[in-house]
């Protein structure tokens, strides 16, 4: 079994913070601000959003009269 990546294979530069699946050069990322990670921003699924909405939001629904989520 050849453990080298075959010489066309894409270089994997960094993890995505997301989805923890490899970062490979030329993919379209996002670097994380205060982190300085990446996450993937083209990636079929996308990251950067999934990312982005887990650490801003705590908790989503309607809003009741008292300026609460039920
Ligand atoms: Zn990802």
């Known amino acids: 079994m050849d453990r080298f990546a075959p010489p066309d294979e894409p270089a994997v530069v960094a993890e995505c913070a997301y ?3 490899e970062i490979y050069a ?4 996002k670097r ?3 982190a ?4 993937h921003a083209n990636y079929g ?3 950067a959003i ?7 939001f705590d908790a ?3 809003i009741n009269i008292r300026g ?3």
């Not at 030329?26 to 990322?29: A, P, T």
């Not at 999934?50 to 801003?56: I, L, N, S, T």
Request: net charge negative.
């Open 45 to 47: 699924m996308d990251c």
């Open 60 to 62: 989503m629904g309607t």
């Open 36 to 39: 300085g990670g990446y996450v």
């Open 50 to 56: 999934k990312y982005a909405e887990e650490r801003v």
């Open 26 to 29: 030329g993919d379209e990322v």
């Open 68 to 70: 609460e989520i039920d």
């Open 32 to 34: 994380i601000d205060d």
């Open 19 to 21: 989805c923890r699946r």
